[in-house]
C-alpha cells in the first residue's frame, strides 16, 4: 500500500475536488434506490398500483406494465435528487473552495494526496444554525476515491477536523449524512459521533423515506473559548 499526504487544499486541486466529490456522491445512487424499494409503504404502494390496474384493465400484464413504469419513476426521481445535490454543491461551496473555506479563521478544506493524485478531501466551517455556531464547527464535503478506501485516508481526514476545532476553542463538531452512507456512519461512529438528529429535506424525500442523519462528537479539552 502506498503511502499518503494529507495537506491544506490549493488552488491546483480545484478540478480534483469538484470530480472526487460529484463521483463519491452519485455512487450513491444504487443504494438510494434500493432503500426505496426496501420501504414497506413503497412495497405496499406498488402492490396496490398492480392490483388497481389489473382489475381496471383485465390482464395482469397491464398491472407488471404499471408497476415497471412505476419503478423506472422511482429510479429518475433518485437520479435527480442525487444529480441535483451535487450540482448545488459545485454552483456554491465547491465552485468557489479558496473563497468559501480559506479566508475565515474558523474554516479549512484538506485534500489526501496520493502520487500527486488528490484522492481524498474533507472540510470544515461554521453551521448555518445560529445556537451551533457559538459551541461547534461543521465537518463537510467528506470525500475518498473509491480506488484507495480501506487505507485510513477517510480517518485521518476526520482526525484533522477534529483537531482543527479543538485547537480553535469549540466544544463539538458536528456532521449531516444520509441514511443510505452506511460506511461514513460507521467511520463517524468509530471517531467518536453519536447520532443526534433525522429529517427530511423536503416532501418528495419523505415520501420516499429517506433522511438526513445529524451527527455530534463533544471534543474534551478544549483549548480555548472561541472569540465572538
Known sequence: MASYRIRQYQDKDFDAVRTLFARGMLEHMPAGYRHVLRSARVQLELLVLFVLVRVAGGYWLLGLGAVALA?????????????SYVQQALSTDLADVHGTYLRSPHSCFWVAEVGGAVVGMVAV??????AEREVALELKRMSVSKEHRGWGISGALCGEVLRFTRA???GAVV?????VQVAAQRLYESQ??????????GLLA????FQIFRY?????GRAAAPPH
Do not use: N
Open 192 to 201: 467518536g459521533f453519536r447520532k443526534v438528529g433525522a429529517t427530511s429535506p
Open 216 to 220: 455530534r462528537c463533544d471534543l474534551p
Open 175 to 179: 456532521l449531516s449524512t444520509s441514511m
Open 125 to 130: 466551517e461554521p453551521p448555518e444554525d445560529p
Open 168 to 170: 480553535r476553542g469549540f
Open 206 to 209: 419523505s415520501l420516499l423515506c
Open 71 to 83: 419503478l423506472v419513476a422511482i429510479w429518475l426521481v433518485v437520479h435527480s435528487y442525487s444529480t
